[in-house]
């Protein structure tokens, strides 16, 4: 039964795989069989998440680096990656970037880097290494989304994130029916606030109560950890889900059920 959610003999690269919920995730796959590589821009960040890794659970992953909300450095990841390991079975797409201004003052600059990474950039990893997954005839593709696709906030400051996770959800259902018939699964998992390094500035803009008002407004009344992402990830690309596909799971402690 276990053998379902092996991801023994897969290749995996998590893009954003330094990152909080990234390296939680990259971690968790790494942990079910998979070989991982991990891509981000700061070769820093990528060999801080291969020690830590290695010294969690003393499994090895490989690192890349990439801008992936530019389509040649996208398309040179693909090439070294497969190079690398042979093939790419799965691909995580949990890069992200979250700026927040009040929608009157919101600067049109900062709008579109948000959609350049969040939105056309996820588009362009899926188009690349999609590409290749058609070419096998097997793939799993998983975004990192975020409830935010799906409620507003009462929180100002949102409308470019909100929109460009909204737009990240039609994108992966879109492909989902595009990508079906080469046998090339594609999902999202939804979080809600979790403590990141994105989110941290944030919450402690908010004052010292932020957190524990957060955790009150979930029927779970905790706060998000990264590793809640896990569990949706491997499920996500493990065989477990095999006719599962241009669906969004929400590791949200129940935000979305009542929200
Ligand atoms: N934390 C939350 O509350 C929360 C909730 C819901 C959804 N999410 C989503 O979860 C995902 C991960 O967020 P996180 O909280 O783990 O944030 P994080 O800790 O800030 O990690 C973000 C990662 O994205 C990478 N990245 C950003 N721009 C990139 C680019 N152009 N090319 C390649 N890599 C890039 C960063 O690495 P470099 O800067 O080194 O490139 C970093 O590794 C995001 O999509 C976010 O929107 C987060």
Not at 132 to 160: E, F, L
Not at 182 to 202: C, K, R
């Amino acid at each position: 039964m276990l053998e379902l959610f092996s991801l023994k003999g897969k290749n995996a690269i998590v893009i954003g795989g330094a990152g909080g919920i990234g390296q939680a995730i990259a971690q968790g796959l790494a942990a079910a069989g998979a070989t991982v590589g991990i891509a981000s821009r700061s070769v820093e960040s990528l060999q801080r998440a291969v020690q830590e890794i290695k010294e969690a659970c003393q499994l090895d992953v490989r690192y890349y680096t990439v801008d992936a909300a530019n389509e040649e450095s996208i398309a040179a990841l693909v090439k070294a990656s497969v190079l690398d390991m042979g093939k790419v079975d799965i691909l995580v797409n949990a890069q992200g970037f979250n700026k927040k201004f009040n929608a009157e003052e919101f600067p049109a600059d900062v709008f579109r880097q948000m959609f350049d990474v969040n939105v056309t950039g996820v588009m362009l990893c899926c188009k690349h290494f999609g590409k290749h997954m058609i070419k096998n005839g097997y793939g799993k593709i998983v975004n990192v989304s975020s409830v935010r696709g799906r409620i507003a906030t009462r929180h100002p400051g949102n409308a470019g994130y909100c929109g460009t996770k909204g737009a990240l959800d039609m994108i992966t259902r879109q492909l989902a029916s595009e990508f079906g018939k080469y046998n090339v699964t594609v999902n999202a998992i939804g979080p809600t606030v979790t403590e990141t390094p994105m989110m941290t500035e944030i919450l402690n803009s908010r004052g010292p109560d932020a957190r524990k008002e957060m955790a009150e407004q979930l029927p779970m009344k905790r706060m998000a950890l990264p590793s809640d992402c896990v569990g949706p990830a491997v499920f996500l690309c493990s065989d477990a889900s095999g006719f599962v596909t241009g669906n969004i799971i929400y590791p949200d402690g129940g935000l979305t059920a009542i929200g």
